[in-house]
């Protein structure tokens, strides 16, 4: 059975930084991309970073340059680290492994950015 789990949430002011981190078991991680979504309150799920199988790394133009995702396949972990943080990056933050006809997804960890 495959589990993911996301991590490193919290409470931060803005211009701070957290890091997220993402753990997978039950399955061969490097064969999926791993990709960082979030939802605010009220708001869609937003896609924050695509770290491809191949190693390929993507980011929305309302995170890059602030975030860094990275992926440690020996551990089948994935990081986001979130730099200059602001206060409409306040939201859940999840993880989805995509791949291979087959998406998991974990329960999310609540990121808010407030003075």
């Known amino acids: 059975q495959v589990q993911v789990v996301e991590s490193g949430g919290g409470l931060v002011q803005p211009g701070g930084s957290l890091r997220l981190s993402c753990a997978a078991s039950g399955t061969f991680f490097n064969i999926y991309d791993v990709n960082w979504y979030r939802q605010a309150p009220g708001k869609q799920r937003e896609l924050v970073v695509i770290?491809?199988?191949?190693?390929?790394?993507r980011y929305p133009d309302s995170v890059k340059g602030r975030f860094t995702g990275y992926r440690d396949n020996a551990k089948n972990t994935v990081y986001l680290q979130m730099n200059s943080l602001k206060p409409e990056d306040t939201a859940v933050y999840y993880c989805?492994?995509?791949?291979?006809?087959?998406?998991?997804w974990g329960q999310g960890t609540q990121v808010t950015v407030s003075s």
């Open positions: 989805n492994l995509d791949g291979m006809g087959k998406s998991y």
């Open positions: 770290l491809s199988s191949s190693g390929s790394i």
